[in-house]
């Protein structure tokens, strides 16, 4: 782990290499054996603000480590850069050549300006072996409590900074080891004596005391040393404890970038969009990993100017690093690209290509190039192709086969290699062809397996997902100062850490859903066509059993369904999906790094605002934010419409306990990701246990959220559907009013309603005044009531017109109100079909989630996802489909499927909806790898 073995050492660097690599990552043999850390450790440099210690001052500069306790001290000594910081005088910056003088000393020389840096470090005073064997005693009583383990820590390290704080003061006093309150803080054991006497200089004397040291004396003069070394070891604990006991720890600054500004290296050119997976390349040409592509060539150029003195001996690794750099980055710039393709023209190819080739076709890594001929190396890449059948596979092979080429200077091999890399393309993923992977289901994880497609499937999630690791998109460092909203508490370290376990756990299965399909595609499908077409390259695949699933972590769901982990037999715990998606953007905005920003990036994709009002009231409007629209269902309705339920959302309500006084609510701003939720569960407050509402919902494929907006002068159309809105009422109100029941039954759903009922006496009076005329009914009624035979033929003859005249009319003017009402509902319909392009509140629907069964404790969920093909040309002929995720089923279906009519299946209903901005559609949501 020592510097000294830094390959950059015998050639320049850029400056910045100099003071973020090299000074950070320079560790000592013996010190880097006392972290016993595998990895490569980096120094992050602080000082504790006292009046004895100095960040920089003209020509010196001190710095701290905070994790291993080294200290590192600069001089400059330079007659072309200005007094305070030493910038260079060309505008790239420093670039310097090391001298190493001992594990503890070097230095550095810029070859452009002359700046020469000394650069002293010294082992910590406090051995990390002793901090960690301190650490150990004081966790090891509070095995099952850390938090309590951490304030033993920290009682112990402060009582030490205030003893060797007094000591420097010229405290005489001794501590008395057998004194309850020294026994109780300090405890004196091992690790603490050894911090006692050998790093701070107490002598112990009477078997029970411990002297400070004499004044002059070595262990006297590090005391401020030691002092500073504990404030950083404090500050270190108090990261452990809860939040209101990390206000008392000494405070202490981070000055990296002010060594950096000190040494004119704090601009440099940066690469927009991170490094790449560059690994150690950037250490043979002293650039950072994030230098610009520019940055790059000129430190490339440079060394290759600089070398040229010895003939070259470092041609090779330069061009190993330039290669694999170039390689790494996605779109590198002409530059970069130019000058790789440049120094190939020269006969250079990176070692470790050639070797990995080798070892592919051959079989071992080291076989000479220059020992092959054409001819036999096109037998060995065609014996290997015909054995090998994915695509990805072969094109690797056919890389390989370029890479010797060039090695070989074959130009005819060179352009085999390239016509056989054009052929194998044409075998890339078709993502129209081949479907998504389904997801297994672990225990009643149904709605999950729902949520984390339709999760997939929002762009700027799934691509932050997968950018998980390059230590910008998350938190990764774990640094406290996010809070989990405006008015909250700042989020805790294991708060954070379990959220960054959660994106890790999502990349992986994001990860696993796109190699899954494009393994399928090669293994099944990827050469079908191509073998029918006589395609050389298309070889049969081999046999496949059954299409691929992935498997979700239990971890996984335990963290999403919060439930403690379970065996593998137990049924996880049901839960909404609403309350699964909220948990899950919850604690991806948990991961975040903390932001002086008002919102998130995930706040902003998935979060609107409303205004809230209301009238004959002096108070100001309120905003408030919403994740979803909660919209209801009439339940006494067999249908409803998608924007009947926005429009009843948005209309305005009367509070409770006033005349007339009305609660009104605008949308301020909408997010690009609209989420909505049908309340579909209610309460029955008699039976005291929930129902679901199975009202069918009819959806529309694009709906528009201009109306519900703030505006001072409504829109014509919109004037024009509150008018047909009233009008429908009026009409349904007569059409109700048609229908009430008149027999007493018809309260339980029974009964006759106006019209059948007149109809059903106008019968009886009709029947009657017939029945009334026959000789025998006389006869009868001359013998039971004589006095009624010619009233009832009477009644009969009189009330039969009149009964039918009424009738006639009530059925006349119900047909009238029928009419008015299918023309008012198709304009209506119209009015919500004729959504403008141009609209910026317009949606488009991509996600329904389905939940199937008559109570909400019981059923399945399954969702459909609008899929767009983004092969097609043309905005208006490109292919649309929907897809069924249910579980480890993904299966296209019908449009009419989705937008299902009343009737069909009348349990499965959406409960949850997501649209997208339609303006921003493309780049919202999509399902393609």
Known sequence: MAVVDDDSLGFGVVGV??????????????????????????????????????????????????????????TASNTATNEREHNCIDTIGHHFHNTFVHSYSRSARCCKCGVVVAANLTSPVLRPAV??????????????????????????????????RNAWEKDRRPIKSDSPKPRQLLQFDAACVRILCDAMGFQLRNSTEYY??????????????????????????????PEPERSEAPAFELVGEALARWLGAQDYERRNGGAGAVGDACRHLGVPDDAADSLVAWAYRRLVEEDAETGGARAQQRYDGLSTICAARDAASAELLTLVDDERDRGLVATSAVRAACLALFGDAQVDPASLDPETLRHVFMA???????????MELAAHLAILACAMRSQALEDYAAEIKASIAALRLDTWAQLPVGLANIGNTCYLNCMLQCLFSIAPIRRAVMRFGDRQTWNEDCLVGRRRDATSSLLSEDEIRRALRLVALLRNLFESLVTCRTEAWEATGGGEHLQAA???????????????????????????????????????????????????????????????GNSSWIEELLSGHLVLSTDGKESQPSTETFVNLSLNLPPDRPSADIN???????????????????????????????????????????????????THLRLRNQISLARFTQQETPAPSDLRLRELRQKLLTIDQRLQTLAIPTTPDGGSGGGDNALVALDRVQKFISGIGQWAQLEAAQQLLADLAPEHVSTLHHCAQMLGPQLESLSSGLNDSKRQWDAERLETASEIDGIYESVSQEDTMAYTLHAVFIHSGLTP????????????????????????????????????????????????????????????????????????V
């Not at 009583?141 to 205030?162: E, F, I, M, N, Y």
């Not at 290997?384 to 072969?394: E, I, M, Q, V």
């Not at 059993?545 to 239990?554: D, E, K, N, Q, S």
């Not at 029955?684 to 509402?693: E, G, L, Q």
């Open 17 to 74: 290499y100099f003071v973020k690599t090299q000074l950070s990552e320079w560790v000592p043999a013996e010190v880097a054996r006392e972290l016993g850390t595998q990895h490569r450790h980096r120094h992050v440099w602080v000082r504790v603000p006292t009046e004895n210690s100095i960040v920089s001052a003209g020509d010196g500069w001190q710095g701290t480590c905070r994790d291993c306790l080294c200290q590192l001290q600069l």
């Open 131 to 164: 901090v960690r064997e301190l650490e150990q005693a004081r966790q090891a009583p509070h095995a099952h409590h850390p938090v309590q383990g951490a304030r033993s820590l920290r009682d112990t390290l402060t009582t030490l900074r205030r003893l060797a």
């Open 212 to 241: 400070p040291p004499e004044i002059e004396s070595a262990g006297y003069q590090q005391l401020p040393r030691v002092r500073d070394d504990l404030a950083v070891l404090i500050s270190r604990v108090h990261r452990r404890l």
């Open 384 to 394: 290997r192709l015909g054995s090998t059948f994915k695509p990805a596979a072969r």
């Open 534 to 596: 006589g395609h050389p390259l298309a070889s049969p695949p081999p046999s496949t059993a059954g299409y691929p699933v992935v498997t979700p972590a239990r971890e996984l769901a335990d963290m999403l369904l919060q439930t403690p982990s379970a065996s593998d037999t137990a049924m996880l715990q049901q839960q909404d999906v609403d309350e699964c998606m909220a948990q899950c953007v919850s604690l991806l905005d948990h991961a975040l790094p903390p932001s002086t």
């Open 644 to 694: 009947e339920c926005l429009d009843a959302f948005f209309e305005p309500s009367e509070m409770p306990n006033t005349m007339g006084v009305f609660r009104r609510q605008s949308i301020k701003d909408a997010p690009p990701v609209l989420c909505i939720q049908i309340q579909r569960v209610q309460f029955d407050m008699v039976k005291m246990k929930p129902f679901k509402i199975n």
């Open 857 to 928: 404790e019981f059923g399945h969920y399954w969702v459909y996802i609008r899929d767009c093909d983004r092969g097609s040309a043309g905005e208006m002929n490109r292919r649309v489909r929907w897809l069924k995720f249910d579980d480890s089923t993904v299966t296209v279906v019908k449009e009419e499927e989705v937008f299902r009519k009343v009737g069909e299946d009348p349990v499965a209903n959406p409960y949850y909806l997501l649209y997208a901005r339609s303006l921003d559609y493309d780049t919202t949501v999509d399902l393609g």
